[in-house]
């Protein structure tokens, strides 16, 4: 039912940042959770990042101190900042709603060296 879009990905050389946003077509506060996701051909894709219930956030080891997730309601978006950019971080990156069923269509992010 809920429409996501995610933007903002791109090229950008390492050490740089970029932000991902995900805009639903409705309320996300609808889920309980949120995540981003990242996909490499072939393979499953990976949480890097969950914001849940009223703002708290998990995040893997591999991306603590240099992403961030966020998200505004009254924007019904959903927020990516990645800092630091590593080639490795290279990758198609979704949004999703937690137990929804719902994804967005991935936005690339190209990390150069």
């Known amino acids: 039912q809920v429409q996501l879009v995610e933007s903002g990905g791109g090229l950008v050389q390492a050490g740089g940042s970029l932000r991902l946003s995900c805009a639903a077509s409705g309320s996300i506060f609808r889920f309980n959770a949120m995540g981003w996701y990242r996909q490499a051909p072939g393979q499953q894709r990976e949480l890097v990042a969950v914001i849940i219930g009223l703002g708290g956030t998990h995040y893997p080891d591999s991306v603590k101190g240099r992403f961030t997730i966020s998200r505004d309601n009254a924007k019904n978006t959903l927020y990516r900042q990645m800092n630091t950019l590593k080639p490795e971080d290279t990758d198609v990156y979704y949004c999703?709603?937690?137990?929804?069923?719902?994804w967005g269509q991935g936005t690339q992010v190209a990390v150069s060296s």
């Open positions: 999703h709603g937690e137990g929804s069923g719902c």
